[in-house]
């Protein structure tokens, strides 16, 4: 086994069955991802579109399939390179990007799936910041504007502290929003929650994580110099 399919083994036996791991790539060569694959992970999550098209572009002409979300802060000129190579957007962090991905979508025919990201934490710049913000993006999938897009659930990114009060401050802010929305929005299914990285995925856990979003736990540290 590679040191990637080791530490898959690994972080895999801390996380219950029915939670969806995201292993998180970024930075790290095909071959690792590959690697991955091999060792059973099919999904991964990528925040940077150029580099994960020419990722996933070549691990997909060598004959794997493996399923990418995006998770980083998305650009609108970025949107149709995204919706081409992913299957989720879990940055889907104002009403704008709502609007450039229902376009890109309906142009290849293709329905993407969305997590609303949600500021929880002091340290994290994206994110819709209220409700009220959040709320009139949902007034436009009531009125009926994004037929390409079908609403998962919900994502956050703890703060960056030791202070494991606030990290689970921010996974309970998460959590009470999605029972609030859920209630006022029944339509709609907003039962996913994606939180919890490398550091904190087990406190992500307690709080009722459905998806956690792991990366140098699996793949090592990154080398942000290349
Ligand atoms: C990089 C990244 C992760 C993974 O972080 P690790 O600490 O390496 O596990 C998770 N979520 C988002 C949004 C990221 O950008």
Redesign the pocket.
């Known amino acids: 086994m590679t040191d990637v399919q080791n530490n898959l083994q690994s972080v895999l036996k801390n996380i219950p069955q029915n939670i969806k791991l995201?292993a998180?790539s970024?930075f790290h060569p095909a071959q690792s991802v590959i690697e991955a694959i091999e060792a059973g992970q099919n999904l991964f999550?990528e925040?940077r579109v150029q580099e994960a098209a020419q990722k996933f572009d070549e691990i997909r002409e060598k004959g794997y399939n493996p399923e990418l979300h995006i998770?980083?802060s998305l650009q609108r000129n970025k949107v149709k390179e995204a919706v081409r190579i992913a299957s989720m957007i879990?940055?889907v962090d104002r009403t704008e990007l709502l609007d450039e991905i229902e376009k890109q979508c309906a142009k290849i025919n293709k329905t993407i799936q969305i997590l609303f990201e949600i500021h929880t934490g002091e340290e994290s710049k994206s994110g819709f910041e209220s409700k009220d913000a959040l709320e009139a993006a949902l007034k436009n999938f009531e009125k009926g504007m994004y037929p390409h897009i079908q609403i998962k659930g919900f994502?956050t990114?703890a703060p960056l502290t030791q202070d494991e009060a606030l990290i689970r401050k921010s996974f309970k802010t998460l959590k009470n929003l999605q029972s609030q929305i859920q209630k006022e929005y029944p339509a709609y299914d907003f039962g996913e929650l994606s939180m919890g990285?490398?550091?904190d995925?087990k406190i992500a856990i307690e709080e009722g994580s459905t998806m956690v979003?792991?990366?140098?736990?699996?793949?090592g540290a990154?080398d942000y110099s290349k």
């Open positions: 995201v998180v970024k999550g925040n998770i980083g879990e940055s994502m990114m990285m490398s550091g995925y979003r792991i990366g140098t736990a699996i793949f990154r």
